[in-house]
């Protein structure tokens, strides 16, 4: 299929809407991006220019001519087409080469500076690319559950209080009936007597019997 011709351009211009057209660059290539959600688009590329036309989902057309401010290298374009915009990668036929404006002569009413894009020479030297789209900070590794507390040891007489995973192998119920038998709770010694009976033992045993002689009197 032929490309248009000047007139033909010329009538689709005159018919059509003129989108709005956001551009950012790097050192090497240059962003546009064209604010027209569902559409069809049609773009001739030469070094100096582009011709752009599109027909949008409700079926209006668009269309605007760029004359850039340099030359770009054809072979280099990449079009990405989304249910919002298009946006067009253009690779500058002179890398590293920061333009001064977009276009030559003055800067059409529908350019804007794409701000979500954009960087300064000195903001690429020293900041690295981010993607937008990056939802998850990397290099912060997530925080593990807690692993269980290491056992305290025990104090003179007191057995060691196991560590708490989740009070995971701690019998409850065992441990209450025990210590409502008077056992006390379990690993737990005060080096005292373990009942009454084993007390009065101890005092039977331990006291010694009072001597009374008649010279006591």
């Given at each position: 299929?032929?490309?248009?011709n000047h ?8 018919m059509s ?134 056992g305290m ?65």
């Amino acid at each position: 299929m032929a490309s248009p011709n000047h007139h033909t351009l010329t009538q689709i211009y005159n018919m059509s809407l003129v989108p709005t057209v956001l551009w950012a660059q790097r050192a090497d290539i240059v962003y546009l991006t064209v604010d027209i959600a569902d559409a069809t688009p049609k773009a001739d590329f030469t070094e100096e220019k582009i011709d752009f036309s599109a027909t949008g989902k409700d079926g209006k057309v668009y269309a605007f001519t760029l004359e850039f401010n340099k030359a770009i290298d054809t072979t280099g374009t990449i079009i990405h087409a989304t249910p919002r915009n298009i946006r067009y990668t253009l690779k500058k036929k002179q890398g590293d080469d920061w333009w001064g404006r977009l276009t030559k002569g003055s800067k059409p009413r529908f350019v804007s500076t794409d701000f979500a894009l954009w960087k300064d020479e000195d903001d690429e030297d020293d900041e690295p690319e981010v993607s937008p789209e990056m939802g998850d900070m990397g290099g912060m590794g997530g925080m593990g559950g807690m692993p269980g507390m290491g056992g305290m040891g025990g104090m003179p007489g007191m057995g060691g209080m196991g560590g708490m995973g989740g009070m995971g192998g701690m019998d409850l119920q065992a441990l209450m009936a025990q210590m409502g038998q008077g056992g006390g709770a379990p690993g737990m010694d005060f080096g005292g007597a373990d009942s009454d009976e084993e007390l009065e033992d101890v005092e039977d045993d331990d006291v010694p019997a009072l001597e009374t002689t008649e010279e006591a009197k």
